[in-house]
Nanobody
Framework: QVQLVESGGGSVHAGDSLRLSCVVSGDPPGTYTMAWFRQTPGNEREFVAQITWSGRVSDIGHSVKGRFTIFKENAKNAMYLQMNLLRPEDTAVYYC????????????WGQGTQVTVSS
């Protein structure tokens, strides 16, 4: 069973930085794509950034471009989201997800980690 565990969330002030981590266990098959999403209460899940197995950043959300960086370490089965210049509107639960080759949707999701940015 593939499992994803996020960590690194917390409460910070505007302008601060945080680094989120996502570790994948359960030996998922193939070369999967990973992504970060975020969600606030009452709203749909919002795409943040996506990275391929090889480490190529294939997409990043307009609202975080230039402030957030996605990267991964395959040897550790880990993916990261470096968040700089945080804003109150970045407050959300952040989720990591895995999509297998040929699939349209992300099949596995973590439990989420809360990020709260105060002004």
């Amino acid at each position: 069973q593939v499992q994803l565990v996020e960590s690194g969330g917390g409460s910070v002030h505007a302008g601060d930085s945080l680094r989120l981590s996502c570790v994948v266990s359960g030996d998922p098959p193939g070369t999967y794509t990973m992504a970060w999403f975020r969600q606030t209460p009452g709203n749909e899940r919002e795409f943040v950034a996506q990275i391929t197995w090889s480490g190529r950043v294939s997409d990043i959300g307009h609202s975080v471009k230039g402030r957030f960086t996605i990267f991964k370490e395959n040897a550790k089965n880990a993916m990261y989201l470096q968040m700089n210049l945080l804003r109150p509107e970045d407050t959300a639960v952040y989720y990591c997800a895995v999509r297998f080759p040929g699939a349209d949707d992300y099949a596995y999701w973590g439990q989420g980690t809360q990020v709260t940015v105060s002004s």
